[in-house]
């Protein structure tokens, strides 16, 4: 099976990851965690609220499928910020639920922050055999349901740009906010 999670940042993907993770492995399975950009900058996956665990970064070139060869038997992968893969290695999850017996989670954003879809991510909607919104307690600063992550430079909201640009580190002017569909149509962040 090949499933896909998807929600804005700060909606607790991460931290299901983990979870999930935690859950097959108390069952004895054996898995492999990867992820790529994540917001600690290393091979891991760490969460808002503490968690981490040790991760293998996905490179543009990375084969996924050799990876779980290389690793022997692997009944299941977690994969984090599945969003930023590459589409071929979305084939290639596919091709490891369909010819490798293994199932496969993968956990991302849906859109960038113009609110256009990720390349990895819709391959993944035309694949994935179950698809899940995530909705855990991000809200807009309105109160409405959080769906759409804006990218915010100084204090303005902008819509050009390199689609992957990751905020939030010491070197960057860029920032992100979950905002409601209303409020990132409008480019209304709330502090004015
Ligand atoms: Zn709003």
């Known amino acids: 099976m090949l499933r896909f999670y ?4 700060d909606c607790g993907k991460s931290t299901l990851a983990l ?3 935690y859950n097959h492995g108390r069952q004895g399975r054996r898995g492999l965690v990867l992820t790529k950009h994540d917001r600690s ?3 891991k996956v760490t969460s808002r ?10 490179v543009d070139d990375l084969d996924l499928v050799d990876l779980v060869r290389r690793h022997g038997p692997v009944d299941y992968v977690i994969c984090d910020e599945a969003c930023f893969y590459t589409v071929e290695q ?3 999850l596919a091709d490891l639920a369909d ?7 993968a956990f991302g954003l849906a859109s960038d922050f113009r609110s256009q879809m990720f390349p990895a991510a819709q391959r993944l909607f035309e694949l994935a055999d179950e698809i899940s919104r995530l909705q855990v307690e991000v809200l807009c600063w309105c109160g409405r349901p959080g769906l759409l992550n804006a990218r915010v430079v100084g204090d303005r909201m902008v819509r050009t740009g390199e689609q992957v640009v990751i905020g939030d580190t010491d070197a960057a002017l860029i ?3 979950v905002l409601c569909r209303r409020h990132h149509r409008a480019g209304d962040l709330g502090e004015g």
Do not use: T
Not at 99 to 105: E, I, N, P
């Open 99 to 105: 010819h490798h017996g293994v199932d496969v989670y």
């Open 19 to 21: 979870q999930m993770n």
């Open 6 to 9: 998807f929600g804005p940042m």
């Open 41 to 43: 900058g290393g091979p």
């Open 175 to 177: 920032r992100y906010r």
């Open 49 to 58: 609220i503490g968690l981490d665990s040790e991760a293998i970064e996905v």
């Open 90 to 92: 979305i084939e290639q």
